[in-house]
Every structure is written in C-alpha cells, then in structure tokens.
C-alpha cells in the first residue's frame, strides 16, 4: 500500500505501485522502472520441490515419516495444505512435506530471536501471532532494486522485531489485513500480471509465517517461473533458515544494527549480532542469491553502519548491498532524538563511499548486471 510524505522539502513515496509512476517522474525525470531479469530457462527452487515425490522408505530433509505423522497429528487443521493427507504420506511432494516441517515448527517456536518457546497452536508469540496468518492487499512494488524489480508483494502482519520507527505500524490498522488465503493471493497475482509485468514474487515478514509461504507456493499454477524472494529482517533463528534455504530464490535482508546496545534501545531485543551472524553464515551459499539492505539511520553512522559494512567486507564476493536512503522517523521514533529526523545526504554519501572502500558490490552498480549469472 503506497504512502506519500512530505517532509520539509522533500517527497518521499513509501512503496511506490504503477499508479505512482507519473508522480515519480515528475518527482525524478530520469525515475524509470529498472528491472535485471533472471534468463529465460530459470526454473524457481519450489517448482523442483514440487515435482519431487517422497516415499515411505526414502526420509525427507532428515525427519524420518513416523517424526512427520506426528507432526501431521498435532497440526490444526486451519493451517491445512491442500497438498497434505495423513493417509496420503506416501504422495507427499517434497514441497508438501517442507510444509508440515514448517507447521512442526509452530508447536515449539523459535523461528527468530525471541525464542518464546511456546506452541502457536494454543496461544501467540511476542510477534503477536498464533498459527493464523494475516497480510496486506498484495501489490505491485516499482522501486525496488533492478534484480527483483518489479515485485509482486505480500506483506504479512507479525514481526518479531519491535523497532521503535516501525513504518508497517505506523501506516497499518489490524483491520488492514485479510487472513490470508492462497486462492485470492494467486488470483490476484493472475489479474495484476495481465495489466503489468512481474519480474519476482516477494514474500515480507517471512519468518514469522513461513508455514503461509509454503501453503501459498504449494497453490502456484503449475508454469509460475518467477524466482521467490524472503525479505526478512536479520533476527531469524536456525529453524527457519532450515525450512527456507530449500525454497528461496533471493534472499533481500535488512542488516540494522552493528551493536546489540542499539538494537535492544531501538528495537528492543536481544543477541542481535549473533542472530544477524548466523543469518549471514546461513545465506551466503545455497544457491540463492542475496541482497543486504542498509538503511541509513540518523546518527548511526560510526556505531552501526560502518561495522556492518565491515562484517559484509567478509561476504562481498557472495553478496549485494543495497543502501537505503528512504528512513523516515515513523511511528515511535520521536521519542529518541538521534533518529528523530531524516538521514542527511553527507551520511548516505559517507556510507556508500565507505562501502566501496571496503569492496562491497552494491547492487545500483554495475555489477547488478551480473546478478543472475
Ligand atoms: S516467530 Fe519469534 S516472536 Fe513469534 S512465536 Fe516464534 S519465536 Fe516467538
């Protein structure tokens, strides 16, 4: 869903649709829609789980089938893919059996840092959710970068983050978003790819719904060729990178802090910086493909943004690096005075020379041209 700022003399239009084109033009005259296109044989990772059956005496992913029963047994029914029958083991996809490890997950969470430990079956996490999934009206983003753009969006509700300059809490009301509903999700996909090109189909808030994702995917018509993006923030836990390194085509992650003294202030966790390692560790292989994204924070150049450029020097041959300029002091943010404004063009410019410096590929550049090589 669009929303356009105006803050001093600048125009800010947060996640810009076709409908915002002319605006953005008239914003930027050189704005256009930029988009890298995998080849044209590009196969997304789903699609491949989808065609791989498992049998009773060949175990899938490491969980043997009696583990899956069980796990079948003790999943609600309100999270049901259609791919998925207790009797029916044996018929399983492979993409059908990643979802019933995604709904296992559930019963004992730690799909990101907070750790509840708890079964959503029952009650709901610090991310607010139980095992019902919620989104926004999925859309058509422009403006993201070249390699994914234009993106087919869905935003689900629920993060286990609690940023404290949250935009998603400060555009949205609960009654913004629907259950979500993998029938509407692919019809309106069909009705907006008729009217406009789709280059890639972006998943946000992934980790906290990642049995969602797999239950949409297991209703893509069988010829979707799209490649799948997670866009996720760095506070995963272990759980879900097993799930989701099978299926993702592009990670598009956001790096936030280089300390955890800033990321328990302004976000209010814990352990930042071991889960954004891990998370890091995780996707820098896999045959996925990985965006970072940096968003310039106000004030935060020396204690944030340059440490985490210094730890993705360490990944720079594995990834791209997107840096954003876009922060906007949203929601509770004016309650700290050092993010209490927009970033300057002198930060941004410091970050991105800082970047090159340390030999990062950023994803603007270039070498965006060699994204899907
Ligand atoms: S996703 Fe994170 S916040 Fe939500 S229940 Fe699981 S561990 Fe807790």
Redesign the pocket.
Known sequence: MTNIYKIHNELIVHDPTHDQLTLLQNIDPGFRVESIRPGSGFVPRFQDLRRQRITLDRPAFDFDIPELLSAIEQSDKSVHCHECDPDKIHEYSALGILFVIACKR?ID??????????N?YEK??????TTTPFNIDPFIHIAEEAPINPAFVISYS?C?MGCVSCIERALYKSSDYLKTDHKAFWERYARLKQEHDINTVEFSNL??SVHSVLDILSAAPMDMNLPIVANVHLYS?KPLYEIALRFVDVWLVDFRYGNDECAKRLSGIDNYMEYARLGMDQIKGFGSRSIVRILVLPNHLDCCLKPIVDILSEYKDRIWVSILGQYIPEHNAHRFEDINRRPTVEEIRALEEYSRKRGLRLVDSVHADRFWE
């Not at 969470?109 to 708890?118: A, K, P, S, V, Y």
């Open positions: 559930l969470c730690t799909l990101c840092g907070r750790q509840c430990n708890i959503r709901a996490g610090q991310c607010g959710l629920g286990g980790t906290e836990g």
